[in-house]
């Protein structure tokens, strides 16, 4: 059977039709390009076709370069003769005719076009910087022309999807259709309408709008200046900055040359390595390895929570925020007021924020329903419960759930590390329930930890992981244990920071070590934004189960002194009267001293990489455990969890592909030597030194064992 080729030209009377089919969402692999050129050179070699039409066949125009050829020694093609650069030189009119996304390169072969239609479902952006890259098809040089320099710089440094409609307005594109209208059959005739116009608009010999740049030069150091905290460490963006600036000093071929030089610096470079990673590792999540690719999913069209506390609130939340009617559900009255209080609240500061409007807020208030009884939820497709974390009350709303909810209902607990079986042995239909753990604040955070007990259903597992993405987290399926995955990973990190300070560490120190690293805030910081009171009842919980539990000192000690963290003035840190900034408190000096001395550590100085390896190194054991106990399914869904869970730096790939940059080999070593002087605490992980003999990068560790 002939293949489908890659891109095709259909004649549809005098206009010809550039056609490109690649599934599923026509990136710019091989031969696609060289389809464009060769069809688009037919055409204008045609007498018979007057103007063309570039389409993508199935749900997208084109989604950009294809991201597997990155950093696989690619040979580019030179400038000149690239598809968009030939396009810009048609003879032809060429219409692009864009539906579903527009991306990167596919947006930069539509600005190669002279005409741009697209129906009103459709996005155009250029997201390479969200890959470690830049626009290298000439989007950093045409875009400042079509919309001017300052919203092609805040277009290409942010990297957002841009909706057709805001794209009419900007002037990206020349005409929106509808989503049901026929696309192909719109592009003929605006191709028809415009088959004889000449001159052709040529973006790239148009440099009116760039003026603005003249009337605001301070436009390119002032985005440096913006994106300072969240680009740290990171080169794409600054870049970015740099393309536009040269579309605006340079002519336009020069300008393109100026892209390419800036291009090729990133391409290799660790920061777009570990990007891309992770875009790939985010769509390798939805792969788990026993649910075949035709298991049925429940379908989810309402939601119920049980508690209104701070996690049922956010989790009630997230379903209203994605239109899914939801019911809350609170035995308390004082709770239910203070739980819906709190989530009119939330919506009340992004409305103020600007980030919802007004209306948009009282829509999703009105799809989250309180009620005070099991019946009134009887009947939702799912219902989460999030009470507080203690088995006893959690087994008792199952137990009320199970002989109150319908049939199929997915019954999934929202608890952080308790034992999924035991919850679902509270019930008679083990096969319905799951774990569904989400993250505070559970209405921003996008990690959705989907917990598989002995007696889960596959499709049950399912059902919840597309649930997850339909509320717009990032769900990772994962097996059952004390902590699950993520927390369990967590938590030698935690148990880590103690003994440093115990050692006579700062809290300021090994959160400078943090951010510089990477990380938006310091774990010390965070912990007084968490709150000190907290820490410590998760600690005497933890205590009362686990008498080998090892107790932190020095955190009880603060707590002990009334010091819970931002909520009292101080914590970790001291804060000024309504001021959250942290400041280095002596008082917490001289209790780490204190404590220091009675432990018997002697003062002594510690390297920020010591810091740095002793809190990661500790975490990247667990992980290695956690993976031969089969509780992850791959190395890469741990890093997506630490991406997403715990905000580690998304430019360094992950726990676990970050550790690879340091090599199995030297991280194993570096664990046996910190057994030795510290005990059982450091003792390596088998997979861990299987990986270290084998050679096995830490990324293609896989459930059970090496890759
Ligand atoms: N290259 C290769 N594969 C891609 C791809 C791409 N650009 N985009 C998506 N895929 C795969 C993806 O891995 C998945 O594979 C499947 O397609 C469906 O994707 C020169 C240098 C387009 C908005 O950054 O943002 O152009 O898991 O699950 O949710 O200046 O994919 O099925 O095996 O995400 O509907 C710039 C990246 C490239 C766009 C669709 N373009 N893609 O989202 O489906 S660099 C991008 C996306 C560039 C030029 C530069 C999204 C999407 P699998 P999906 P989706």
């Not at 891309?276 to 429940?298: G, H, L, N, Q």
Request: charged content about 25%; glycine content about 10%; aromatic content about 6%.
């Amino acid at each position: 059977m002939t293949e489908t080729p890659l891109v095709r030209l259909e004649r549809h009377d005098s206009i010809g039709v550039i056609i490109v089919d690649n599934p599923p969402v026509n990136a710019l692999s091989p031969g696609v390009p060289e389809g464009i050129i060769a069809c688009l050179a037919e055409g204008n070699a045609d007498p018979a076709i007057r103007a063309m039409v570039l389409i993508g066949a199935g749900r997208a125009f084109i989604a950009g370069a294809d991201i597997r050829q990155f950093g696989r020694g690619r040979v580019r093609p030179p400038i000149g003769s690239r598809s968009h650069d030939l396009l810009d030189r048609s003879e032809k009119p060429v219409v692009a005719a864009i539906r579903g996304f527009a991306l990167g390169g596919g947006l930069e072969n539509a600005m190669g076009c002279n005409y741009r239609i697209a129906v009103r479902g459709a996005k155009v952006g250029l997201p390479e910087v969200l890959i470690g890259i830049l626009p290298g098809g000439g989007g950093t040089q045409r875009l400042p022309r079509l919309v001017g320099p300052k919203v092609a710089l805040e277009m290409i440094v942010s990297g957002r999807h841009v909706p057709a409609e805001e794209a009419l307005a900007l002037g990206i594109i020349d005409a929106v259709v509808d989503d049901d209208a026929d696309l192909m059959a719109e592009a003929i005739a605006f191709a028809r309408r415009v088959a004889n116009t000449r001159p052709l608009p040529r973006i790239s010999a148009d440099d009116r709008k760039l003026a603005e740049a003249k009337a605001e030069p301070g436009m390119f150091d002032a985005m440096r200046k913006s994106i300072a905290r969240r680009a740290r460490n990171q080169k794409a963006p600054y870049n970015c900055i740099l393309a536009v600036e040269a579309a605006c000093t340079l002519p336009f071929a020069e300008g393109l040359k100026r892209e390419s030089e800036l291009f090729q610096e990133l391409e290799n470079a660790p920061e777009a390595q570990a990007l891309r990673y992770a875009f790939f590792a985010e769509r390798e999540v939805a792969r788990v390895p026993y649910i075949a690719k035709d298991t049925s999913i429940r379908p989810v069209a309402t939601a119920a929570v049980v508690g209104a506390g701070t996690m049922g609130g956010g989790i009630a939340m997230s379903f209203a925020d994605s239109g899914i009617p939801v019911r809350i559900l609170e035995a308390s009255p004082d709770a239910m007021a203070r739980g819906m209080q709190r989530i009119r609240d939330n919506y009340a500061t992004s409305v103020k924020r600007g980030s919802l409007a007004a209306a948009e807020m009282e829509a999703r208030l009105a799809r989250i329903q309180p009620v005070d009884t099991y019946a009134a939820i009887a009947d939702s497709d799912v219902v989460i419960e999030a009470i507080f974390e203690e088995m006893a009350p959690k087994k008792q709303v199952f137990a009320q759930l199970d002989a109150v909810m319908k049939p199929g209902a997915l019954l999934l607990s929202n608890t952080s590390a308790l034992d999924i079986d035991e919850i679902a042995s509270a019930t008679g239909r083990p096969q319905d329930v799951a774990g569904a753990h989400f993250f505070s604040p559970a209405n921003v955070m996008k990690l959705l930890e989907v917990v598989r007990g002995a007696k889960t259903a596959p499709d049950t597992i399912a059902s919840v992981m597309k649930l997850g993405r339909a509320i717009g987290k990032v769900s990772v399926a994962c097996g059952n244990c004390d902590g699950f995955v993520a927390n369990r990973s967590r938590a030698p990190f935690n148990t880590e920071m103690s003994i440093l300070l115990e050692e006579g560490a700062l809290p300021e120190q090994v959160d400078a070590v943090m951010v510089e690293f990477g990380y938006p805030m310091g774990p010390f910081a965070v912990g007084d934004l968490a709150g000190l009171d907290i820490g410590h009842a998760g600690r005497k919980r933890r205590a009362a189960a686990d008498p080998n539990y090892r107790k932190q000192p020095i955190a009880d000690r603060l707590f002990e002194m009334g010091r819970y963290g931002q909520k009292t003035g101080a914590g970790w840190y001291r804060y000024e009267k309504g001021d959250r900034t942290p400041h280095p408190d002596p008082v917490v000096a001289e209790v780490i001293r204190g404590i220091a001395a009675e432990l018997g550590n002697a003062p002594r100085a510690f390297t920020d990489d010591e810091i740095l390896r002793r809190l990661l190194f500790a975490s990247v054991n667990e992980a290695c455990k956690i993976l031969e106990e089969g509780i992850a399914h791959r190395a890469s869904d741990i890093d997506i969890m630490w991406l997403h869970g715990f905000g580690f730096p998304r430019y360094r790939g992950g726990l676990m592909f970050w550790a690879d940059g340091i090599g199995p080999r030297a991280v194993y070593d570096q664990i046996a030597a910190w057994h030795q002087r510290y005990g059982a605490r450091w003792a390596p992980a088998r997979l861990l030194r299987e990986l270290a003999d084998s050679g096995t990068p830490f990324r293609d560790a896989r459930s059970g064992g090496a890759a």
